[in-house]
């Protein structure tokens, strides 16, 4: 049972709605009467000392905000034994007692080590666009990022559709195929590349040619930055079938942006059970989402499992195309 104080962090690759469940932690903690601390700049920040307390109104404005108004930032020092103890060390004369982290895969191996080496309660919560974090089938910003492809995919599709083109899109993803597989599904994509399935190029090209002699005015190819080299792809797709092709990356706009009402949501939603488990002694879990309803997952079972994409998707995105 936590009495004094908790901390926040956001860490890893920001996603929309990592705002409303950070709010939502120091919202539910403060009206809890324990006192919330913010980290600012992932593990970076806690190692050296960026913490301030924070109150009611340093989270205002915040829920319909992309990004993370405490920063966030990939630490290789926090990777060290060291790292990691300079960061608890600066927890511990604060009298914070928890620490609830918001991030990815990576993000929430930090926090497991931290709690094997120092026994300090830590919940997490699966923040990231790539919807890649074991047990849970929902990540924060996950379905801001989907949108926002789509939304791409639309325009690249009227552009396409002018000039009897190939569209590849690249998104991201290095390891997981989720968005690529979801936005190609909700784009109308005619094939989808990830790097969990094998893709035969000669085939491909070989469909896409006899589809436009049968009179096909455009296709959409979405893929996964982990797949292949898209601009590569480009060349030699263009190579093999004769057909003018075009490739546009996508990069970190898929990142930014307000979040939906999806995110905004499913993020209140865990920001408020994070602070409530931590402060009510539990530890060691992340809270995700399994089928609409909040579930809890063993924290060391989160990050020492892969997810694997749901081959529905694929058998889905296959038969549609
Ligand atoms: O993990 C989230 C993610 O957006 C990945 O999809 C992408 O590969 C990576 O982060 C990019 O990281 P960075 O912003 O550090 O280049």
């Given at each position: 049972m936590i009495k004094k104080a908790i901390a926040v962090m956001t860490s890893g690759g920001d996603a929309p709605g990592m705002n409303a469940a950070a709010r939502a932690v120091v919202r539910t903690a403060l009206h809890e009467g324990v006192d919330v601390y913010g980290i600012h700049n992932g593990y970076k920040g806690m190692i050296g000392d960026d913490i301030e307390q924070l109150n009611?109104?340093?989270?205002?404005?915040?829920?319909?905000?992309?990004?993370?108004?405490l920063g966030t930032a990939r630490s290789?020092?926090?990777?060290t034994p060291e790292g990691r103890k300079k960061g608890f060390e600066n927890l511990q004369k604060r009298g914070i007692e928890g620490l609830v982290i918001i991030g990815g895969d990576g993000s929430l191996t930090g926090g497991s080590l931290m709690s094997k080496e120092f026994g300090i309660p830590i919940v997490g919560l699966p923040g990231t666009i790539?919807?890649?974090?074991?047990?849970?089938?929902y990540t924060i910003g996950a379905d801001t990022a989907a949108n926002t492809i789509v939304e791409a995919i639309n325009k690249l599709r009227d552009t396409a559709s002018a000039h009897r083109r190939i569209m590849i899109v690249e998104v991201m993803g290095h390891k997981s195929g989720w968005l690529a597989m979801t936005t190609g599904i909700a784009g109308g994509a005619e094939y989808v590349l990830v790097p969990e399935v094998k893709f035969d190029l000669d085939d491909m090209c070989h469909e896409l040619k006899d589809a436009y002699e049968r009179g096909k005015r455009y296709s959409i190819i979405v893929v996964a930055?982990?797949?292949?080299?898209a601009i590569g792809l480009g060349t030699v797709v263009e190579e093999k079938t004769g057909i003018d092709t075009r490739v546009s990356v996508l990069g970190h706009i898929q990142r930014g942006g307000s979040p939906t009402v999806e995110d905004r949501m499913k993020a209140s939603m865990l920001g408020e059970k994070a602070a409530l488990a931590i402060i009510s002694g539990v530890t060691n879990v992340v809270f995700g989402f399994d089928a609409g309803k909040v579930v809890s997952i063993n924290l060391f079972e989160a990050v020492n499992n892969k997810k694997t994409l749901d081959p529905e998707l694929v058998r889905l995105a296959r038969m549609l195309a």
């Open positions: 009611s109104r340093s989270v205002s404005d915040l829920i319909q905000r992309g990004g993370t108004f290789k020092e926090f990777k790539d919807n890649d974090v074991w047990g849970t089938d930055e982990g797949a292949c080299d």
